[in-house]
């Protein structure tokens, strides 16, 4: 579930009580309710988006910046930004970046999720 500000699930409410400037996903240090105090174990692949992530960041490889992986976060959208999870967007700014600087080719990333997609169907998940 999205963290949402009271009468506002979309975030998307600029009014007076949002400073001017202030993008949808920049919810920091406003009102969201209650914290959700359930934790939940962290499944395979996000941890694997986390160590992917940080492995094209390293020193040696440098093929992804922290600037250029918020800027792709930021650019998602509203409703795609809050209709995913966290380890949701991280992956899929992360795509957008890779493919941008040519290092994917998003037709053969697109296949490569259906296949997936295709199998994980057959075997029932």
Same mark, same amino acid.
Request: hydrophobic letters at 35%; proline letters at 3%; charged letters at 30%.
């Given at each position: 579930m999205?963290?949402?500000r ?6 998307t409410?600029?009014s007076?009580?949002?400073?001017p ?5 920049d919810i920091g240090?406003?009102?969201a309710?209650?914290?959700e105090?359930?934790?939940? &174990?962290t499944r395979?692949? =996000?941890?694997?988006?986390v160590? /992917?992530g940080?492995? #094209?960041?390293? @020193? *040696?490889a440098?093929?992804?910046?922290t ?5 792709t976060?930021?650019e998602l959208?509203?409703?795609?930004y809050? &209709?995913l999870?966290?380890f =949701?967007r991280?992956?899929?700014s /992360?795509a957008?970046? #890779?493919?941008e @600087? *040519?290092i994917?080719d998003?037709d053969?990333l697109?296949?490569?999720m259906a296949?997936i997609?295709t199998r994980?169907?057959e075997e029932?998940?």
């Open positions: 999205a963290a949402h009271d009468g506002d699930p979309d975030n409410n600029l007076s009580a949002r400073d400037g202030r993008g949808y996903h240090g406003l009102a309710g209650p914290i105090q359930d934790m939940t &174990e395979p692949w =996000e941890k694997l988006s160590v /992917l940080n492995s #094209l960041g390293l @020193k *040696g440098k093929l992804v910046r600037d250029e992986v918020r800027r976060r930021e959208g509203v409703d795609l809050n &209709e999870g966290y =949701e991280g992956t899929a /992360l957008t970046l #890779l493919i @600087k *040519g994917l998003k053969e697109e296949a490569r296949a997609a994980m169907a029932g998940r």
